[in-house]
């Protein structure tokens, strides 16, 4: 239960970006109080002198949905990576797919369930809807909290399957019902992921309609646009489209202009977004310090391989003929199309997580064929086979000066797009948070302290209507960290990839003393947060 602490000494970032001030700090009960209002008699003194004293953390792009209800996580910490470095909410439902809806009839249910395991894990399981979601995470032994996004994938697949089609007006008011009962029971918002099937299925007046039911809930539409590569722009374009027609909010996900075409183009994005702010619309975006990303290998092929489903997919990669279909695809490229290895090459796809090949984890596609003495798209048609579709990778597409510019940029805010799955997941599941402090503010200057913090509090906190989180205030949630300025740093690694940061001392989830001289307590408060307009 929440106790009474007094933490003595500390530098207080309070996350609002005003200057660092040393101050104590008093948690009762679970909420943030005036100091004078508590006895040191009654309460547990920590000297955290040396130290800043900030809000907890708030992911805003995770894909962590469902690794905290796998009961045999692999490794059993897994799931806590995040909350070691001081993050005490996550946001899941990103890029286009969460834990629900669930299926609309019998015929969509099984492709619904592959699809959500296949990206989520083994519990991603979908549920009927938001209730159902808190439910799941509230039974679970969490150490921090979980918001969530509704997925526009797992929606459209709810209601119409994998079609490769524009939704008739019929499906269109199913999607936007759906939707509307999702914001309204506490999503925080919806997001879109343009490059992975059945979501990239949809045309933009599909998206629009669904737009509209957020901008009446004044949630955000969250997206993980059409092209990150060379159609970037044009991208970026039809998202502030979608803002501009519908009247939402858009929040562009783990922004970045990735490939070798697009080197660069971050400073016309950023100046679409600073346009789109100037005509009024409401306009913010995530990255990730990395430039490396990570997805599915599956989002590798052309999006029609997946039209009907997983396990449509799966037969597909057994034929030699769409096999050949697929090579074509990807060597020449098709409209609308990221087409990331036409961007890159093989060569820069390493093996992030294949369970039952784990000796092919952490090499390159273009290396694990070349050794097998395979065309690389017969290496990933066997591979995909063999682990039943659930195969993710590392991608190293991106520019550190492109990445830089994007972080640097004002309202920013920091999303690890964590991927915690087996294997060797992208070190941002671990690290992110750490390595902004720690190379990003302390090393390279590119932020100061406070406003560091607060692109990874108060800002994510305002956006998603996450009341009482955010802000170090009287009466705010406890969920609090207290991390060494000078000695704050990500040790994860592509090789090493769940390696604890340095520096994060301590961290207390609505009053609770979750983490230790960086060790996990055992206490488990976590719950599921659900957003306030």
Not at 403 to 423: E, F, N
Request: glycine share 12%; hydrophobic share 45%; proline share 7%.
């Amino acid at each position: 239960m929440p106790g009474v602490y007094l933490l003595r000494g500390g530098l207080v970032v309070d996350g609002s970006g005003a200057p660092a001030v040393p101050a104590d700090v008093a948690l009762s009960h679970g909420r943030v109080v005036p100091p004078g209002t508590v006895n040191p008699q009654d309460a547990a003194v920590l000297d955290v002198t040396g130290l800043v004293v900030s809000p907890g953390f708030i992911d805003v792009h995770t894909h962590s949905d469902a690794t905290a209800l796998d009961p045999h996580p692999t490794p059993p910490d897994l799931a806590w990576a995040a909350a070691r470095q001081g993050v005490t909410t996550e946001i899941a439902g990103n890029c286009g797919y969460s834990l629900f809806p669930a299926a609309q009839d019998g015929a969509h249910a099984a492709g619904l369930r592959d699809f959500c395991t296949a990206l989520l894990g083994p519990a991603g399981d979908p549920v009927p809807g938001m209730d159902g979601f808190a439910e799941r995470h509230n039974s679970a032994e969490r150490v921090n909290n979980i918001a969530s996004l509704l997925g526009h994938s797992t929606l459209r697949a709810a209601v119409m399957g994998f079609a490769q089609r524009s939704a008739a007006p019929e499906e269109t008011g199913r999607l936007c019902t759906l939707l509307d009962e999702a914001l309204a029971a506490g999503a925080a918002g919806w997001s879109s992921g343009l490059i992975y099937p059945p979501g990239t299925y949809a045309d933009t007046a599909e998206l629009i309609a669904l737009g509209r039911i957020s901008a009446r809930h004044r949630a955000p539409y969250v997206t993980h646009l059409r092209d990150e590569m060379s159609g970037v722009e044009a991208a970026l374009d039809e998202a502030l489209e979608i803002a501009r027609q519908s009247g939402t909010a858009l929040h562009v996900s783990h922004h970045k202009t990735a490939g070798k075409y697009a080197v660069g183009k971050s400073a016309a994005t950023l100046a679409m977004m600073d346009a789109a702010r100037a005509e009024g619309l409401d306009v913010t975006c995530d990255v990730y310090p990395y430039v490396a990303g990570s997805t599915s290998l599956h989002a590798m092929l052309p999006p029609w391989a997946s039209a009907g489903g997983f396990q449509a997919l799966l037969a597909r990669l057994a034929e030699p003929v769409q096999r050949e279909r697929m090579r074509a695809s990807i060597e020449h490229g098709e409209p609308g199309w990221e087409n990331t290895i036409g961007n890159g090459g093989w060569d820069r796809i390493d093996v992030a997580g294949a369970p039952r090949h784990p000796a092919a984890e952490g090499q390159s596609i273009a290396k694990l064929a070349a050794q097998a003495g395979q065309d690389p798209v017969d290496f990933v048609a066997d591979l995909l086979l063999a682990e039943s579709g659930a195969v993710t990778i590392i991608s190293h597409s991106m520019d550190e000066a492109d990445m830089q510019r994007v972080l640097a940029h004002p309202g920013t805010m920091i999303g690890s797009d964590g991927v915690p799955r087996d294997g060797k997941p992208h070190p941002r599941w671990a690290g992110t948070f750490a390595r902004i402090l720690g190379r990003y503010v302390r090393e390279l200057g590119l932020l100061c302290l406070e406003d560091a913090v607060r692109r990874m509090t108060a800002l994510p906190a305002e956006r998603f209507g996450l009341a009482g989180r955010g802000l170090l205030a009287p009466g705010a949630v406890a969920d609090v960290v207290v991390f060494d300025p000078a000695a704050v740093a990500d040790q994860a690694t592509f090789t090493d990839p769940l390696q604890l940061p340095l520096g994060i001392e301590h961290v207390f989830v609505a009053g609770q003393e979750v983490l230790r001289g960086q060790q996990l307590t055992g206490a488990a408060p976590g719950v599921t947060v659900r957003r306030r307009a």
